[in-house]
């Protein structure tokens, strides 16, 4: 009974949350297929592994821990996505990530990218949602401009080995002002952990992402394409499930009601999601 509430409640809540459309949708049920049907199907890098541990309503979810230590070379890369969510003016990454130990070794562990340069360097191009750079930091690193490298961090510790709900934001001072009225003249970039905002930070007068038209997207590990490498590396160490990839910015009540629909219990919250969610929309109409 509380399984068929759980999807019920999903099933009524995801669809409607803001305009954003779920491009790519990746729940580990033992593959690495994309569930919207939009063919975005992934492709293992090194040695990945499925958990019976899930904390998305489903039974499984991605192992990475075949490395032994963070910042290895296993992950997912989704091929042909070098031109999905692209020099985007907006986006959205939501993830369910477990730590496999409490301890982080590593410098930046990548758990969703499309980045052009990696480890100790700045991105050159394109979006990374990561951790690390300091012991307990998240961040949604970008690049949109010359000499316009931001990112917001937040020194909330995810390494503690218990499930967390991630999700990371971006969008553009054009597209900000147009859709929500920002009037800074900045890029808006967030980090979401459990349904609460961790940080939010305003950087540059960027527009959209710099384009990165020959680096696909990965899961769980980066592509470091500096000087026309194209070597995996930063790799997270434990379980990451439901990874969903939007082509909109999401707001922080958008972003409540995707975390309250995807955790199991308590199903009473999921139905109160699902009613708060058609009163947002009515009153957008």
Known sequence: MKRLVFMLAVCLVLPMVAGAALVAHYEFEGDLSDSTGNGWDGSAVGTIGYASSSKAGGNQCLELIAHGAVGGTDGVVIPGSQALLDAEESLTISLWFKAATSAHYGYYDSFVSKNAGSGSSYETAGWNARYGGHPGQLAMAYKNGSGSYGLANNQQVVYDTQWHHLV???????????????????????????????????WYSGGAIYSTPNTPITIGVAIDSRNGGSAYANGMYGCIDDVRLYDEFMTGLEIRSLYQATVPEPATMLILSVGGLLAIRRGKK
Request: charged share 15%; aromatic share 20%.
């Open 168 to 202: 990371f934001t971006y969008i553009s001072a054009a597209e900000g002002a147009q859709k929500y009225g920002f009037t800074n003249g900045k890029a808006r970039v967030g980090v979401y952990v459990d349904g609460e905002a961790a940080v939010y930070s305003w």
